[in-house]
């Protein structure tokens, strides 16, 4: 996870963003598909910000906060006083939803300390709790609500409100079934499982046993990565599901799910994993039970990494960056600002293959690390120990 190099792939990266089809405007007026169609690209996890400080901060080996703030362009916030933002931490109980709680909060504190006022909720990935939050922050009369839906129907009615209200409502990494928000900042989530996917079939010569280990249920991330997964699988009727479990992107869950499939199943061939944490509980539950290992979809978990150069297995890590976190941020400053913002705001996933994990890995920083970032390494360590 050499963000050095991550660094200087972020022209490349504005230009597969450009490529994309321009979205729909803010308004309530039709739900994100989250389908947009996959976009050809150089590989790489950085973000789409382009600068010409870049080449300086990427020839350093740790990346710091001046760096950083160097690399990135800022929104400017044109409203002439501080925005009052609400920001809903939908779930901390993963490394991946600390990170993307930690790069919105590096971001408030540093590169938007002069244009922001955030008031922080913590909804637990409880439903009921979020409904109870995102009302609080409506009565509190916030400019700006930016939330990671628990569920694509549940709080429908409660974004409807706060969009009534006059508050602009940013949607972070998972969607809804309604049309009540001003953005959707996000990855193609059917793209993300479909190229996983197909990666996996390739590897198996489009035939084998596989086994499945999905995130959270009620999540529209959860059901968009299967849904593309499956559209994939459906193709080649000598690729056999064995069994489909909720592993709640957690290792733990993961690797004790993963241990049971080994127990039932004398032949697995594959495992299409929605992400990189469980990928490496599953790496771990095969070499406990001394099973051969074989293909495992994953996704830009530096443990992940770690343990497909250290096993030298094939693996594919697609990513779902943290740094979406920002360009939330970023899009509620210029709603508020009046500019014209992508209701759905979706960006083509990267991926890292075997042969290119070595560049991105980082053996000094923990498992926990996610690769797509713009956190400075003093943040990541102090967050995620080894």
């Known amino acids: 996870m050499r963000r050095n190099n991550l660094l200087r792939k972020t022209a490349a990266y504005s230009l ?42 990427a020839k350093t080996e740790e990346t710091t906060g001046a760096q950083v703030a160097e690399a990135v362009s800022k929104v400017e916030n044109k409203t002439g006083e501080k925005i009052r933002v609400g920001y809903d931490i939908y779930f901390l109980g993963n490394s991946w939803s600390v990170q993307l709680y930690q790069e919105f909060k590096w971001n408030a504190e540093n590169m938007y300390k002069d244009d922001l006022d955030v008031t922080y909720v913590q909804s637990d990935n409880d439903v009921s709790k979020q409904i109870a939050n995102l009302e609080d922050l409506i009565a509190q009369d916030v400019d700006v609500i930016i939330t990671t839906p628990c569920d694509t129907t549940a709080i429908n009615s409660t974004l409807e409100e706060a969009v009534d209200a006059g508050i602009k409502v ?10 009540c928000y001003d953005s959707l900042v996000t990855v193609d989530e059917k793209d993300f499982g479909a190229t996983g996917a197909q990666w996996l079939v390739d590897q198996l ?24 997964a499956q559209s994939v699988f459906e193709k080649y009727p000598d690729i056999k599901v064995l069994a489909a479990e909720d592993a709640n992107w957690d290792y733990a869950a993961a690797k004790t799910v993963t241990t049971d499939l080994l127990a039932t199943y004398p032949e697995i061939d594959g495992v299409w994993s929605q992400g990189g944490a469980m990928t490496l509980g599953a790496i771990d539950s095969f070499n406990a039970a001394k099973r051969d290992l074989v293909p495992m979809t994953g996704e830009d978990n530096n443990g992940y990494l770690k343990a497909c150069i250290n096993n030298n297995m094939e693996g594919i890590a697609v990513s779902k960056p943290t740094w979406l976190a920002r360009v939330a941020i970023e899009n509620a400053i210029k709603l508020m600002n009046g500019e014209d913002v992508k209701k759905d705001d979706i960006y083509p996933v990267m991926t890292i293959k075997t042969e290119e994990m070595p560049e991105y890995v980082h053996q000094d920083l923990s498992d926990d690390v996610w690769c797509g970032t713009e956190l400075p390494e003093d943040v990541l360590k102090s967050v995620f120990s080894n």
């Open 170 to 179: 940013v949607l972070l990494c998972a969607t809804v079934d309604g049309d």
């Open 205 to 228: 010569d489009g035939k084998g046993n596989i086994v499945v280990l999905n995130g959270i249920s009620g999540f529209s991330t959860n059901t968009l990565r299967y849904e593309g």
């Open 16 to 57: 597969a963003i450009a490529m994309l089809a321009a979205g729909a405007l803010t308004g309530c007026s039709k739900p994100a598909s989250e389908t947009a169609p996959a976009t050809e690209a150089p590989v790489t996890t950085e973000a789409p910000k382009e600068s010409e400080t870049q080449t300086e901060a």
